[in-house]
């Protein structure tokens, strides 16, 4: 799965325009969007640069989110105090 950022997905419009253009892309891919996180998961069988470009294209131009805390690896950096932020 690839998570990717989308600073500019504003509304449910923009929402579902890019979700159209995912599966343009990939008709059977997995789409998941958090729109007040403004985040896209995809699953896919196309590559990280061919989303990007079709994100890009269709005006939504992404930050892919390198990794992601799952649950098994959560809580294993470095302690904090206070926020997740520091």
């Known amino acids: 799965m690839q998570e990717f950022l989308i600073p ?3 509304c449910g419009g923009c929402a579902s325009r890019i979700t159209q253009t995912l ?3 990939d008709a059977n891919a997995m789409v998941e969007v958090d729109l007040p996180n403004k985040t896209v998961r995809v699953d896919s069988n ?3 640069a061919s ?3 079709a994100l890009k294209e269709a005006g ?3 930050i892919e989110i390198e990794s992601v805390a799952r ?3 959560a809580g294993t950096g470095t302690q904090r105090s206070g926020c997740c932020c520091g």
Do not use: C, V
């Open 71 to 73: 649950p098994e690896t």
């Open 46 to 48: 196309q590559e990280s």
């Open 23 to 25: 599966h343009n892309l």
């Open 8 to 10: 500019s997905m504003s």
């Open 60 to 62: 939504y131009p992404p």
């Open 51 to 53: 989303i990007e470009a």
